[in-house]
């Protein structure tokens, strides 16, 4: 929601410097601050980089992103790089602004953060919607359930075995409705 409200203001504001072309009045400040705010986002895209690695194994991050059960990693990442992302726009549109003496650039970077927040916000929304409702446990979750579940019957643990119950309960009804939906061609 916040994305997509942000976007949608960055669309207008990009609109609205399109039509005026008023030029930077302090484009070595907006430099400076964009300087430093990508080196700290940065800090934060790398540690939640390094959690996200922890978690993807061999996927790429497409792959992850997509396959994640993960939500609260999902929507870090995505604002991580929104934010990292939208930083180097709107350096690249101060810088190219003052080189030129062209408003018109400043005008382009506000509109593209615009478009950048608002694809952010919908494929993350996607994920996060996929993750409520109808996407089962994660393969390699479910297999660690049945291996503990298949090991030493006796000294299981009442709490871990519900919960490996629950999980695999939700992973093979995944399984059948996708067989249902995909019977085995002949």
């Known amino acids: 929601m916040l994305f997509s409200v942000g976007g949608m203001f960055s669309l207008y504001e990009g609109w609205h410097k399109l039509s005026e072309g008023q030029a930077l009045t302090s484009p070595w400040i907006a430099i400076g601050v964009l300087v430093f705010s990508i080196i700290v986002e940065s800090i934060s895209m790398r540690a939640c980089l390094i959690e996200v690695n922890k978690a993807r194994g061999e996927q790429n991050l497409w792959q992850w992103f997509r396959q994640s059960r993960q939500v609260e990693l999902v929507v870090i ?110």
């Open 77 to 186: 990442f995505g604002e991580d790089l929104a934010a990292l992302l939208g930083l180097i726009f709107a350096l690249i549109a101060v810088v190219l602004a003052m080189l030129t003496g062209n408003p018109l650039w400043d005008a382009l970077g506000t509109l593209a953060i615009g478009a950048l927040l608002i694809v952010v916000a919908v494929l993350i929304s996607i994920e996060v919607k996929a993750m409520l409702i109808g996407q089962s446990i994660e393969p390699r979750s479910a297999n660690a359930c049945l291996n503990f579940s298949n090991s030493d019957r006796k000294s299981k643990r009442s709490t871990t075995c519900s919960l490996c119950n629950s999980a695999m309960t939700s992973w093979f009804r995944s399984r059948r409705r996708c067989a249902a939906r995909n019977p085995p061609r002949a």
